[in-house]
């Protein structure tokens, strides 16, 4: 079974950074994608960001310019490094690996991101 493990959530002013980790318990080069969600109070869960076997990435628009998704093979962690936060990316996020052999979805738990003066 696969654990996914989020950190690096917080409480951030207005055009704060931070920097979000995903620990994956095994290989993340078994992973066809890795991907970060995240769920604003009172929302349905929406795509952020994601990050291919390939290296190729993808971002909503939402986010494009602001947020970066990178991977650490070594350490089987991906992170999301967000920038020039912004109120309205409060919400819980959470990452996500699909099996590229099953294609089977694996979700961590979750890590708080408040943005707020």
């Known amino acids: 079974q696969v654990q996914l493990v989020e950190s690096g959530g917080g409480l951030v002013q207005p055009g704060g950074s931070l920097r979000l980790s995903c620990a994956a318990s095994?290989?993340?080069?078994?992973?066809?994608?890795m991907y970060w969600y995240r769920q604003a109070p009172g929302k349905e869960r929406e795509f952020v960001s994601l990050i291919a076997y390939n290296d190729g990435t993808d971002y909503a628009d939402s986010v494009k310019g602001r947020f970066t998704v990178s991977r650490d093979i070594a350490k089987n962690t991906m992170y999301l490094q967000m920038n020039s936060l912004k109120p309205e990316d409060t919400a819980v996020y959470y990452c996500k690996a699909k099996e590229r052999l099953w294609m089977t979805d694996y979700w961590g738990q979750g890590t708080q991101v408040t943005v707020s003066s």
């Open positions: 095994t290989s993340i080069s078994s992973f066809n994608a």
